[in-house]
C-alpha cells in the first residue's frame, strides 16, 4: 500500500470515528464570566474550556501594516477596559499552500493580515499563586505558510492533562 493511500484512508477512517465537533470545539462565545487577566499592555478576557482558561488572538506585537512592515516589531498599543480574547487572531499574509491533506486538515482557516503578532495561550487556571512550566510552540512552514492557529496546535488539553502553559505563536512570513 502506498504511504499517501494508506494515511488519506486512515484520515478518513478518523474523522468517521470521531466526529470534528468532539475533537475541536468551537471556541466559547464572549461574555462577561470569563477570565480577566492584566497585560502589559492591558486587561485581557478568555474563555473556559474544559475548566482551561483559553485566550486567543492576544497581542504581543503592533500591526505590521504600511511603513511598519519589514521593520522590527514595536510594543501593542494599550487599550483601555477589558479586550476580548477568544478568537484566533490574524495569520500572517501569505501566498496559497499547497498542504499536503492530512496538514491542511488541521488548518483553522484563520483570516489572513497585517496585525498578526499575537499569541495563544491555554492554563489550567489564571489565578496568580501557582507557578507552572510554559511551553512555547513555533509552528513550521519556513516563513512561508503555517499558523500557530492550526487545531492540532490547541493547547486544551496539554494545559489541562499536564499542569502547564501553553503558547502557540503567530509571525511575520517572509512573504508578508
Sequence with gaps: MHRRAFL???TLAAAALFPAA???PAPASSDSSGPVVETTAG???GALEDKVAAF???PYGASTAGS???MPPEKPQ???GVKDTIELGH???QAASGLIPEVAAVDAGEPSGEDCLVLNVWTPSAASGHKRPVMVWLHGGGFTSGSG???IYDGVNLAGKHDVVVVTVKKRALNA
Excluded: D, E, H, Y
Design 78 to 80: 494599550p487599550w483601555a
Design 43 to 45: 486587561k485581557i478576557r
Design 68 to 70: 511598519a512592515r519589514f
Design 56 to 58: 486567543r488572538g492576544v
Design 8 to 10: 488519506n484512508r486512515g
Design 91 to 93: 495569520r500572517s499574509p
Design 149 to 151: 492557529g492550526f487545531k
Design 22 to 24: 468532539k475533537m475541536w
